[in-house]
């Protein structure tokens, strides 16, 4: 096979691989400790495979699942099962059996990818098979399909267009000034959307995607040696990730390749992101924001920002348009989701709203709260749907986190609500030298800012916050704790 797709039309998604292949022949696309392979190489091979699942029935009009760890196999099955027409949905080889059956019943899934010698499969090469689970066409529109990370239930399957995806590649290689000379570490789970950089957006500028090895993560040391070694130029990440190599000793001295820095996925508390910009000086850190179902939306270059004040999230990207609708942030163009997907349909979230032009537009409701600050830029302060009620008050958890992130030397901080009665507990990432002047600077921030309602009722030193697989504060871990604390204060007072 010497094209990427033998379709009559080629997905806008499809021709980001074609055009590096053409530009950037030579260059190194995928580079791990052990294998390099480079544009030409890539995309000779995704045209081999995509021909072989071709033959397996996949196509346009099918669903396919990557059950594959993150390797360079799993970028080419991505890339292939792309070049097909048909819907790609990567998924995470550490779930329970039980949690990949139900997303694939939930998707509507005709085809599984997984690695050859699976029972039950037929091998296409590359060290993987398919595995025939519908031989009913699918309902899905050709296109990549992300499931969010629900922590109850099963997590919906956000379903985004291909011509969504190639949007935000094309402007986030803009935005992060990427060039053929560019390494980037490629960290992110492929089940998350901050990959869709890693596999695309290096692909539009020619770069490298050099394949940070999972085990390393829990190991922030280990992790900057691996980012000198490896001459990583760039990197996009949770800012848990990102305070880890700070805490480890990165800094511009120990990684001088490091130029540009962005993070996402959730808020960077100010004390912890004063530290990043005082360890990489002379770096670019960029701020990106937006849910899996607008993929980024808003951008903001911190190096704008004013220590002491919330961290804004800037402007829309190219493209985007964003509106403040009664508090909650709304978002229209070419970014948003097709849908949400249940049971193999396909239903729209997406609502009509009337911007500041006073044109009707379809939007997507993010549930984040926001307001512009006196230089126009949007900040967030907080979930709509992250509010509880107590005592007869609507309390908003979002709101205590940002407020205890904004106070002190605190490096994060996650509020939890527990037991029949809502009790509140407070978990604060702080510095293990001074953890009781930090509390108690966070409390009196928490006692100057909130009304008594809202207090917490405990606010508990925890260091560093347990994480979920994709980088995340991981909620249900802290809500176990805190029920835990809460049942030993009670029998110690029975």
Request: hydrophobic fraction near 45%.
């Amino acid at each position: 096979m010497d094209t990427l797709s033998t379709s009559s039309t080629v997905s806008e998604l499809a021709t980001i691989l074609g055009a590096a292949v053409a530009d950037h022949p030579e260059r190194c696309a995928i580079a791990t400790e052990a294998e390099r392979i480079t544009y030409r190489e890539l995309g000779t091979r995704v045209a081999d495979l995509a021909g072989r699942l071709r033959e397996a029935g996949i196509g346009p009009g099918r669903a396919v699942a990557v059950h594959v760890p993150r390797s360079p196999s799993a970028l080419i099955a991505i890339h292939a099962v792309i070049a097909t027409g048909a819907v790609v949905a990567p998924l995470d080889v550490n779930d329970p059996s039980e949690r990949v059956r139900a997303l694939l019943e939930q998707a509507g899934i005709s085809h599984l990818l997984v690695r050859s010698g699976e029972p039950s499969s037929v091998d296409v090469g590359e060290g993987l098979a398919v595995v025939v689970r519908d031989a009913s066409p699918s309902r899905l529109e050709g296109g990549y399909l992300l499931f969010t990370s629900g922590s109850t239930g099963v997590p919906k399957g956000v379903l985004l267009s291909g011509e969504a995806v190639a949007h935000f590649a094309r402007w986030a290689a803009r935005s992060a000034g990427l060039t053929f000379e560019d390494r980037v570490a490629a960290q992110a789970a492929l089940t998350f959307d901050l990959s869709t950089f890693d596999v695309f957006a290096t692909a539009v500028a020619g770069a490298t995607a050099v394949i940070l090895p999972d085990w390393l993560k829990p190991f922030p040391a280990d992790t900057v040696d691996w980012l000198a070694e490896q001459r990583i130029t760039a990197v996009y990440a949770v800012p848990t990730l990102m305070k880890g190599i700070v805490a480890a000793g990165g800094r511009s001295a120990t990684l001088p390749a490091l130029a540009t820095i962005m993070f996402a996925g959730e808020p960077y508390p100010v004390a912890a992101l004063t530290d990043l910009l005082a360890a990489f000086p002379d770096a670019r850190v960029l701020n990106w924001y937006g849910p899996t179902e607008t993929n980024v939306c808003t951008a903001q270059d911190v190096r704008q920002w004013r220590p002491g004040t919330p961290v804004p999230i800037g402007e829309a990207v190219d493209g985007v348009l964003v509106e403040i609708v009664d508090a909650e942030l709304v978002v229209a163009g070419p970014t948003l989701l097709t849908g949400y997907v249940v049971d193999g349909v396909v239903f729209d979230p997406a609502v009509d709203v009337v911007f500041g032009d006073g044109k009707c537009r379809r939007a997507y409701r993010t549930g984040d709260r926001a307001y512009r600050d006196d230089d126009g830029r949007l900040v967030l302060v907080g979930r709509v749907d992250r509010q509880i009620k107590r005592r007869g008050y609507r309390i908003d958890l979002s709101g205590i986190e940002a407020i205890a992130a904004e106070a002190g030397a605190t490096h994060g901080a996650a509020a939890v609500a527990t037991g029949a009665d809502q009790y509140l507990t407070l978990f604060v990432d702080v510095d293990a030298t001074s953890p009781t002047t930090v509390l108690d600077t966070v409390e009196h921030a928490l006692r100057e800012r909130l009304p008594t309602y809202s207090q917490p009722d405990r606010v508990v030193a925890h260091s560093p916050l347990p994480t979920n697989r994709r980088g995340k504060v991981d909620r249900p871990r802290l809500e176990e704790l805190a029920a835990d604390m809460l049942t030993n204060q009670q029998e110690a007072h029975s």
